[in-house]
């Protein structure tokens, strides 16, 4: 039971991670915003970029982590496939 609540909070495509992504954005405008009411001045607006720099970041690292997890399946597969069309090997002694 547990792995199937666990299952609900991996990220499995592209479609999911763009979609946590703009969750994310919307958090940290919000949150920028909020920066602007308690700093009007300079600092206020630097915040505001730094809260909307950071989803940039965790976005590119979750799109990176979806592409490494795609070709590490790949690879797992191509060598599966290898080991099953190879003859088998002697035994040693």
Known sequence: MLRKIGRLFV????????????????????????????????????????????VLLAGAAILDSLKAKKELEELKAQIEAQNASAPPSPPTR
């Open 11 to 54: 990220i499995k495509n592209r479609f999911e991670a763009f979609v946590i992504i703009y969750a994310l954005a919307l958090g940290a405008t919000a949150r920028g915003s909020a920066y602007l009411d308690q700093y009007p001045s300079y600092w206020g607006e630097a915040l505001f970029l730094a809260a909307c720099t950071a």
